[in-house]
């Protein structure tokens, strides 16, 4: 397993253990890897909507990284992410993608499924801003979600902001 960049390596210390983790927009995949390989999760998701993004990272697993004696099972999700329709539970990443990407997929999954993660970590490649002004502005997600952290994290030239929002119990 390649070594986690500072920034993906922040947002893997946030992931609940012992629950589920939906890694959206996965593209490569680390994320999910990483925390396949930990043995510190149940269920690993990885979510992407280009179908041979999702295709070359199964078979990569298949070869590579899936072992018989371990207990916890990955999923490969050739969807967009506001489309998935199955049961979010634990945590989930959107990372690397815009404010209204980010958005797109929020309200996509609280119009399916409601508020069911655990715990969401929203990581905008831009425009965090918007994105902090539209959930603050979004009644249901307040109504559902705190903001249990904001951090930091440089990487290359840029800082990168990470929220975290838990579920109100
Ligand atoms: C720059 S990569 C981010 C990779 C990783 N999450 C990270 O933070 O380094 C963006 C990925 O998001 C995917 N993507 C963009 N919009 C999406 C959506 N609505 N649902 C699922 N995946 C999406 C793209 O196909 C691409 O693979």
């Not at 253990?17 to 998701?45: N, Q, R, T």
């Not at 249901?140 to 902001?161: D, N």
Request: hydrophobic share 45%; with cysteine.
């Amino acid at each position: 397993m390649p070594k986690l960049s500072d920034r993906m390596q922040l947002i893997f210390d946030f992931l609940i253990p012992g629950e589920p983790v939906w890694d959206f927009c996965c593209d490569h995949g680390y994320m999910g890897l990483k925390a396949y390989h930990s043995g510190a999760f149940p269920e690993i998701h990885f979510v992407d909507q280009v179908p041979h993004i999702i295709a070359r990272l199964e078979q990569t697993f298949l070869v590579k990284h899936q072992r018989s004696e371990y207990s916890q099972k990955a999923f490969f999700w050739a969807e967009s992410g506001e489309n998935i329709s199955a049961p979010l539970k634990g945590t989930a990443i959107i990372a690397g993608v815009g404010a209204h990407t980010t958005l797109q997929i929020l309200r996509g999954l609280f119009e399916r499924e409601g508020a069911q993660a655990s715990r969401f970590i929203l990581v905008p490649q831009k425009d965090e801003e918007l994105l902090e002004r539209e959930l603050i502005a979004w009644e249901g997600f307040q109504a559902s979600y705190k903001c249990a952290a904001v951090t930091h994290v440089r990487e290359g030239s840029r800082i990168r902001k990470l929220l975290i929002f838990d579920k109100i119990l």
